[in-house]
């Protein structure tokens, strides 16, 4: 019998680097495909935005955390909310009705669900999540609001969503150990409270 445990790892592991890197790579191709370059450059801003300032706090407060229980920033959280809540994004403003709800429960749903695994598995504390959260989600709101203003065109989402699936599958399972370097570096720096 499959234990708790096993879905929430499977479940958490969609956020990994592994994972959301070539997601983001992905959209950015699929949005130069659609001969969107202006979208494609606001999209690499909010990803560096998301992933510097996820980095910046994670390196910052390794050393010295501003309160007992918020030491890194969840990055698995921040990153999914970015990616996978663009996807929806983009699926739901191509749709309407029942598969535009759809699309946003789904999608609302997927990256809570990845947020509450990093809490029940013990590697984030509520307050490192909601920081993820709120990361990601104004790196999205930045991403959104240029996405709807342009007033992008009909979208064909399938050469996005197929290879999406595809590496989401894929590289389900790989690590890249982010979490590892970003203390070694903090360490090097011997970023401390003064």
């Given at each position: 019998?499959?234990?708790?445990?096993?879905?929430?790892?499977?479940?958490?592991?969609?956020?990994?680097?592994?994972?959301?890197?070539?997601?983001?790579?992905?959209?950015?191709?699929?949005?130069?495909?659609?001969?969107?370059?202006?979208?494609?450059?606001?999209?690499?801003?909010?990803?560096?935005?998301?992933?510097?300032?996820?980095?910046?706090?994670?390196?910052?407060?390794?050393?010295?955390?501003?309160?007992?229980?918020?030491?890194?920033?969840?990055g698995h959280t921040s990153l999914s909310t970015l990616v996978y809540?663009?996807?929806?994004?983009?699926?739901?403003?191509?749709?309407?009705?029942?598969?535009?709800?759809?699309?946003?429960?789904?999608?609302?749903?997927?990256?809570?669900?990845?947020?509450?695994?990093?809490?029940?598995?013990?590697?984030?504390?509520?307050?490192?999540?909601?920081?993820?959260?709120?990361?990601?989600?104004?790196?999205?709101?930045?991403?959104?609001?240029?996405?709807?203003?342009?007033?992008?065109?009909?979208?064909?989402?399938?050469?996005?969503?197929?290879?999406?699936?595809?590496?989401?599958?894929?590289?389900?399972?790989?690590?890249?150990?982010?979490?590892?370097?970003?203390?070694?570096?903090?360490?090097?720096?011997?970023?401390?409270?003064s």
């Amino acid at each position: 019998m499959v234990t708790l445990k096993v879905w929430l790892i499977a479940l958490t592991e969609f956020g990994d680097l592994a994972v959301v890197v070539p997601l983001v790579a992905l959209v950015l191709l699929w949005l130069l495909f659609m001969r969107s370059p202006p979208l494609a450059a606001w999209w690499a801003i909010a990803v560096a935005l998301c992933a510097g300032v996820t980095a910046f706090l994670k390196l910052s407060f390794y050393g010295c955390p501003p309160t007992p229980d918020l030491h890194s920033p969840s990055g698995h959280t921040s990153l999914s909310t970015l990616v996978y809540g663009a996807m929806t994004l983009v699926c739901a403003a191509e749709s309407g009705g029942l598969p535009r709800i759809a699309a946003i429960g789904g999608g609302a749903s997927f990256i809570l669900a990845i947020a509450a695994s990093r809490l029940l598995l013990y590697v984030h504390s509520v307050e490192e999540v909601g920081l993820g959260l709120a990361i990601g989600t104004a790196s999205l709101a930045l991403f959104g609001q240029v996405y709807m203003r342009c007033g992008a065109p009909k979208v064909w989402l399938s050469p996005l969503f197929a290879p999406a699936a595809a590496v989401m599958l894929i590289l389900h399972g790989r690590e890249l150990h982010a979490e590892e370097f970003l203390r070694g570096i903090a360490r090097y720096l011997r970023i401390q409270c003064s």
